[in-house]
T-cell receptor, first 111, second 118 residues
Framework: DQQVKQNSPSLSVQEGRISILNCDYT??????FLWYKKYPAEGPTFLIS?????DKNEDGRFTVFLNKSAKHLSLHIVPSQPGDSAVYFC??????????FGPGTRLSVLP | DTEVTQTPKHLVMGMTNKKSLKCEQH?????MYWYKQKAKKPPELMFV???????INESVPSRFSPECPNSSLLNLHLHALQPEDSALYLC?????????????????FGPGTRLTVL
């Protein structure tokens, strides 16, 4: 049973436009959510996180939105750059529990 | 500094070999993790060390043996592996581990070791 879902395996966006990556979860006990970015043959790089007590967190070009009632979060990248092309993993955890990762979305930013 | 280092970057071994993967962090983090990642899949948790004690073993076969010599180092000893064990092995660390507060749970990953078992 997949507790964290990323239903879009891939996404293509034009450089300079907004990239929106989506993540859905089923476990209502999750209270901390993170986004990681991964290039091929490298480890995941932490991008941004959000606690369940917030609905938005912003860091430069990256903003994460959390909709607890819908059990949905999204990562917005504005403006998108070719260097943003990577696989993005959503992860979630409940207090005292380990992370659960989604299957990932491959983002391609086209010049 | 959020650096986790892993050696070697690449490893090729036969099914009868014994080898070790090494992970190091100097962030003062008290939890360290081993993950296995296959192509086009998310990382799968293998082991968690919290305050240098093994706290989680996710039903990993005994041919994988973790060791935490001190709070900065984490090893993964490999013996009699199978070709299906070929994968990217990732190490991560976090400030407080699973019992910590939310920000202390953020895990920082190393670059991984690409393991090929022939």
């Amino acid at each position: 049973d997949q507790q964290v879902k990323q239903n879009s395996p891939s996404l293509s966006v034009q450089e300079g436009r907004i990239s929106i990556l989506n993540c859905d979860y089923t476990n209502s006990m999750f209270d901390y959510f993170l986004w990681y970015k991964k290039y091929p043959a490298e480890g995941p790089t932490f991008l941004i996180s959000i606690s369940s007590i917030k609905d938005k967190n912003e860091d430069g070009r990256f903003t994460v939105f959390l909709n607890k009632s819908a059990k949905h979060l999204s990562l917005h990248i504005v403006p998108s750059q070719p260097g943003d092309s990577a696989v993005y993993f959503c992860a979630a955890s409940a207090w005292g529990q380990n992370f659960v990762f989604g299957p990932g979305t491959r983002l391609s930013v086209l010049p | 500094d959020t650096e986790v280092t892993q050696t070697p970057k690449h490893l090729v071994m036969g099914m009868t070999n014994k080898k070790s993967l090494k992970c190091e962090q100097h962030m003062g983090h008290r939890a360290m993790y081993w993950y296995k990642q296959k192509a086009k899949k998310p990382p799968e948790l293998m082991f968690v060390y919290s305050y240098e004690k093994l706290s989680i073993n996710e039903s990993v076969p005994s041919r994988f043996s973790p060791e935490c010599p001190n709070s900065s180092l984490l090893n993964l000893h490999l013996h009699a592996l199978q070709p299906e064990d070929s994968a990217l092995y990732l190490c991560a660390s976090s400030q407080f581990g699973t019992s910590g507060g939310q920000m202390g749970n953020t895990q920082y990953f190393g670059p991984g070791t690409r393991l090929t078992v022939l």
